[in-house]
Structure formats: structure tokens, C-alpha cells
């Protein structure tokens, strides 16, 4: 598995792939290389030699790619690679995209055909009874008055529930 936090800085791009190649490189040292010298694609013929490459990497095991704060990166030569790989259908290669935001990415495609799953907000949250059980957890002395006060406050986001509960201790 592999992953990567994308920053707002300017060359997240650069970074993703130096990231991403020497993994390749942890995985298959040739295609690794080969991915390196040839840099992030610029242009078709550009990435149809790195889907070549990446098509014939035997990953052993199912490879997660976990891009997570996707939406920091803007960065147009990024979508098109991560959409193409997903049409490419690669063995064993699998995409996690983390992102507040969808507005450039055009994975209508990809719904359709079953390639995508979004994962709702919602999906993400606690429910007030799990958000109880991970307040225990983490302060044995919590009393009932706080545990509300935490639910109402975050609504089940177990981030900002964490926040809250490090400044009660």
C-alpha cells in the first residue's frame, strides 16, 4: 500500500511522483526505474509508456494508492493520470481518493461503470452511540455532561471529537 498527503504547496505534483516511483522501485525495481526516468506524463504518448510499464508490475498482493487531501493539489495532469489508471483496470492496483472537493474531477465515466464508489459525509461519522464508546475509551472519567457536550459540538466527527477530548484531560 502506499500514501500520500497532498500539501498546498506548489510542486505536490513532483513530490507525489518521486513518492510514488520509489515505491514502485520497493515493489519492482525495474518498473520503478522506468517510471522515474520517465516522469510524470505530459502527453498521450507519455502516459500510454506509463500504463505500458505499470501493466506489467505483479503486485503480490492488492496495492492501495491512499491519495488523501486530493483536493490541495489541483493540479490537472494529476486527474488525468488517476482517471486513466482506473480505466486502464491495472491487476491489483486500486485508487483511494480522498477529497473535499470533486469540482475537476470527471469520474461520471467511472460511476457508470462501477468503477467509482463515493463514500457520502455521512458514512464517515460516528454515530452518537459509537461517539459514547470512543469517549470512554479515551477518558475512563468522562462524565455524561461532557459526553453530550462532545456530540452536540462535533456531531460525530471523530477529529474534532479527539481535539475536544485531549483538552478535557
Known sequence: SFWFTFSN???SE???WEV????????DKQAGTALKSLGLPTDAPQMEKMLLVLSAVEFAENYLMVLDDYHLARNSRLNSLF???????LGGLYILLITRDTTDL??????????CRL??????????????????MMLENITDSD???VWQYT???ISFAYIILLGLE
Not at 458514512?123 to 470512543?134: A, P
Request: hydrophobic share 40%; aromatic share 14%.
Open 83 to 89: 482517471l486513466r489508471l482506473a480505466q486502464e483496470e
Open 155 to 157: 456531531d460525530g466527527w
Open 14 to 16: 513532483t513530490a507525489f
Open 147 to 149: 459526553q453530550k457536550k
Open 20 to 27: 510514488f516511483t520509489d515505491d514502485m522501485m520497493r515493489i
Open 9 to 11: 504547496f506548489r510542486n
Open 106 to 115: 470527471d469520474f461520471v465515466e467511472l460511476l457508470s461503470r462501477g468503477q
Open 119 to 136: 463514500l457520502p459525509r455521512q458514512l464517515l461519522k460516528f454515530t452518537e452511540e459509537e461517539l459514547w464508546d470512543y469517549c470512554r
